[in-house]
């Protein structure tokens, strides 16, 4: 079970962190990734971290601006956002992908198998 928190209304400038609180006693062999969906739009990749958090990926929009990291003792993945911007306003879903294997940070939806039910962002111009 993956449960979100942190998110909010913020202005244009400012930060929020968001953190996705993961069930069970085996997350450092799961791959995690935080999704975002606006209305009316696709859910879309912003961020993802490998299963012991040396190798990260991030979509282009967010880079330089978000940082994903996790704590595998607290079985917590975590989203730090600055410099938020209005077009950051969005549904954002954290997901996770069985991985004892890799160290890759999975980029696709379908990559995932797991997803909690989001925590929604707004960003105020």
């Known amino acids: 079970q993956l449960v979100e928190s942190g998110g909010g209304l913020v202005q244009a400038g400012g930060s929020l962190r968001l953190s996705c609180a993961a069930s069970?006693?085996?997350?450092?062999?799961?791959?995690m990734g935080w999704f975002r969906q606006a209305p009316g739009k696709e859910r879309e990749f912003v961020a993802a971290?490998?299963?012991?958090?040396?190798?990260?990926n991030y979509a282009d929009s967010v880079k330089g601006r978000f940082t994903i990291s996790r704590d595998n003792a607290k079985n917590t993945v975590y989203l730090q956002m600055n410099s938020l911007k209005a077009e950051d306003t969005a549904v954002y879903y954290c997901?996770?992908?069985?991985?004892?294997?890799?160290?890759?940070?999975?980029?696709?939806?379908?990559?995932?198998?797991?997803w909690g039910q989001g925590t929604q962002v707004t960003v105020s111009s």
């Open positions: 971290i490998c299963r012991d958090g040396r190798h990260t």
């Open positions: 069970g006693r085996t997350f450092s062999g799961y791959a």
């Open positions: 997901a996770a992908r069985q991985d004892f294997v890799s160290d890759y940070a999975f980029l696709r939806l379908t990559d995932y198998h797991y």
